[in-house]
């Protein structure tokens, strides 16, 4: 009777992969998409940072953040003005300020210099967001609505696609063809935390996966970011979580930063504040150096 | 309707670590559990470095094995004399070699001045493997056979405790806690991989949990140790899961080094040759530096 | 030190169910949502059954399984024209048939007589869909696209909200609660599998979550409907986990039912056939009735 | 572009199944273990019934609910008198009344005329629990301590092994060979919930896995008993999930049964009262027939 010696089954076979995500898949082991956002390279020994709040609170807000994140070195500032919420009741602030918020991006971009990267949510407000964002952002529960999807990769701007916290490797591919499949080639992926049984505050429900950085870029070209503020839920794990997925091959980090996170409107455990960004910059550059990369312009 | 804005739920509470985990839990921020084996440092700047086979398969080959990794960096030569499998059919070399090789590791130590980790898996022959091993491992299906591990903690010999992959911290904790609780001091914790839905090879089932290294270090001051070579299952994700794991802090790499892994008698997708572990100690040691710790002496 | 005595965490406290799921919750421990859709009732001692073939391939197909499963029972016709697919590439037939398949759905619905349910993917193809359904179903990889949840509610049709695959039970209500806000009260939810690392065939990954059935009807009033096909994928095991779904309190059964299961054009080893469907629905009457409810009419 | 048309992966092969499980494996379709315990038989129309409580509190407790279950139909008091707990501090009074409660479980025994199930947790006491035994339980923690399941399995004693919350159903089926191929051929398996990231109680993490009993009778010629009390950690969904069990082919139901459940020692949320438990064997019986088979003589 022999130990077992047999290759492990992979989720995605070589068959799959040619036959559904022809174009996500490497055509050898070296492949890999380098391309340039906003003269911010891609897939290449530059790792870029996204940085800002989860949420444009206002103007004031995002401008002070801008100026500070970019002094720091992140390369896009990130902020939402269009934001899902998994029921349907909201403050009276985000009703206000969601249109408002678009402006204020825009503002911020003129003033500080910097692009931006903003969640897209719904078809119709695609051309008003499409306006200011350098990178439309596909959220987790959009993952899987194809029909949108398709539409934001018709706009042919870049496009950041998180993976949803319940699918697999398979399922995120897949929803990468359908923008891929449209012509639009400059497709980011990223990872933010999978919904598992292990997790270790039961109301966050997400594991950082950062294995799936080392299995995604076995298989895809697509450069894979993480985002270890929606993952870990929680402020003190942010740092090392990130500093991981330098570590371990990351091909961008993004990262919430709030002046104030204790009052930030959303989820006020998770963001850094300024001082910690800036130190976190320094550090994971110095990560990056160590595996033939760097961070810092 | 206000926005969430409540602290997210622990899965332990602070009660709950003072009345199940009261030695297991940390007694302030700061407190870190630091000790010496075998003249190595434990939960200090030094990370130690467990490297050998899954397998003590031969007099040579340990002897080879235990020489190289030594000679790399290695701190503590790991390999298994009794293992477990998940059926009752082994090998007729299984059988034959499982007293032999607690002798091979034996004479490893000795020749080569290493010392040893190695797993017990039975109550009987405590005794024997306690002969030469500096460091008791108690196996992922193990860590819930409470009797057993008080069995183990009683020699006072240091216990490595792995995670099972259906644990949570919590659980993972209250099996240290039975080790602590009968004075046994030197109890290092080590994660393996958990099994999730998500996971990027069907066969394997492990993601490897780095989020568990600052989670479990926020409550308890026992050291962490990562095992990427069990968790990925493949050798092409060890190096990347390794350097992750010391860039998020991890106080310890368990890493299955063989000398011609597709040979290797158990799993020969996993382990990593000589020449990539020396590689990846320079790896680690640099990566190490940036987080203030040190891998190499 | 005493044991644990405490009541266990609720994913959703009660405060909320109040603030979040207001319209989802149930005002009392009795409070049942009753209602009709073309004369079937939801919500009461019937229990609906819902029966067709994955894909509506052709006229003469669907015509013929409205008749059968009308004879031997269902309710409802169900039938998928728009379909998701999880990578972007189709079958010649599919492209060719989306509208087609609406014509054939509506001709079954007027020559057998047999009301309609059928999956709506995407916002402009609601009022197309619409014409011919009289429950809408929205697909779990639509479950968190609140925009389209919106866009279906306001049609004041009928709606099936399928459970997403890694759902929680609070995502789910939250979604339902972006469909009542509307004014829109005839929602039915369907739990169809949820993704686990315990599965007992790797490609399909789905398990059906039966303990939902119970643990939803104790918070929502809304009517839960159980779909065995989808989650076991697998012929031999919808009987059986269709008859534990009438046992365990479901409001309603989803199966795939075809005259040649080997041959369907979408997922062949799930679908049940005539024979098998006929026996069924006499076995989960009589389950109906030792639990106090009834599926034949 | 054809849509996909493959078989499932399983998860375990049929080559698998004839290495590695040979004894638990079926030979035929139609294979089913037939024996008989005490009487009772299992494998067979008969769908044996356990109850009783969490832990042996008391003589005059034990004697009680002994009388009372036995004359509402159960055919097997179970109770804990040796339990695990995930963390080493226990009541006085479990250290008191374990070798105590051993006495209690005989005079139940004798007195009342029913045989016993309760579990051993420890190698030194297999002799001790083997005189009252007419069943060794094997708990979830230890399903994988393969040296204790062969010691089990060498008293020849009928064995339940219940599934470890994290264990696959290839795991579940390698820990039951390792009792078979003791020759010991009275081996029945308990499903009694996994871990899982939807489970609708943050405290409890348990998802009863209904879908494993069709699954496993698939595969195995052993009986698989459900047990939904330790799965739902909650009175109000031991009913459903014990009828839903019924419904789709379990081979026994254990329950936890207390006169006075809000006062039970242990887990005093999941026991149901003796007029409930009553009350539910009615109900099993009946779905039972609606299947073939039967609860009560």
């Not at 009777?1 to 174009?23: H, Q, R, T, V, W």
């Not at 998409?33 to 004031?60: L, Q, T």
């Not at 398979?170 to 933010?192: F, H, M, P, S, T």
């Not at 204790?262 to 320094?282: G, H, M, R, W």
């Amino acid at each position: 009777m022999a130990i077992e010696n047999k290759a492990p089954g992979k989720d995605i076979s070589a068959e799959d992969l040619l036959s559904k995500f022809p174009l996500a898949a490497k055509k050898s082991p070296e492949h890999k998409s380098e391309f340039e956002i906003c003269g911010v390279k891609f897939g290449s020994k530059k790792i870029p940072v996204f940085a800002g709040p989860n949420m444009v609170e206002s103007r004031d807000l995002i401008l002070d953040i801008a100026f500070k994140v970019k002094a720091s070195g992140a390369d896009f500032l990130r902020g939402g003005a269009f934001k899902p919420l998994s029921f349907p009741y909201r403050s009276e602030k985000y009703n206000e300020t969601r249109e408002e918020g678009i402006k204020w991006l825009m503002e911020s971009k003129e003033k500080i210099g910097i692009p931006i990267i903003t969640e897209v949510m719904e078809e119709k407000y695609i051309p008003l967001i499409s306006q200011v964002a350098d990178i439309l952002q596909i959220g987790s529960r959009n993952m899987q609505n194809y029909p949108f999807l398709t539409a934001c990769a018709k706009t042919q701007k870049p496009i950041m696609l998180k993976r949803h916290y319940g699918a697999s490797l398979r399922d995120w591919l897949g929803a990468a063809e359908y923008i891929l499949v449209e012509g639009n080639e400059k497709v980011i992926l990223c990872e933010r935390g999978v919904s598992v049984a292990h997790t270790h505050r039961s109301s966050s429900r997400f594991l950082l996966d950062l294995q799936v950085v080392p299995a995604a870029q076995e298989i895809t070209h697509l450069p894979v970011v993480v985002d270890p503020s929606h993952a870990t839920f929680w402020r003190p794990w942010v740092e090392p979580m990130a500093l991981a997925g330098i570590a371990c091959g990351a091909d961008g980090i993004m990262l919430e930063v709030h002046p104030d996170p204790a009052n930030a409107a959303v989820d006020p455990l998770q963001p850094i504040d300024y001082k910690e960004f800036s130190n976190l910059i320094s550090k994971m550059d110095s990560i990056a150096k160590c595996v033939g990369r760097y961070v810092k312009k």
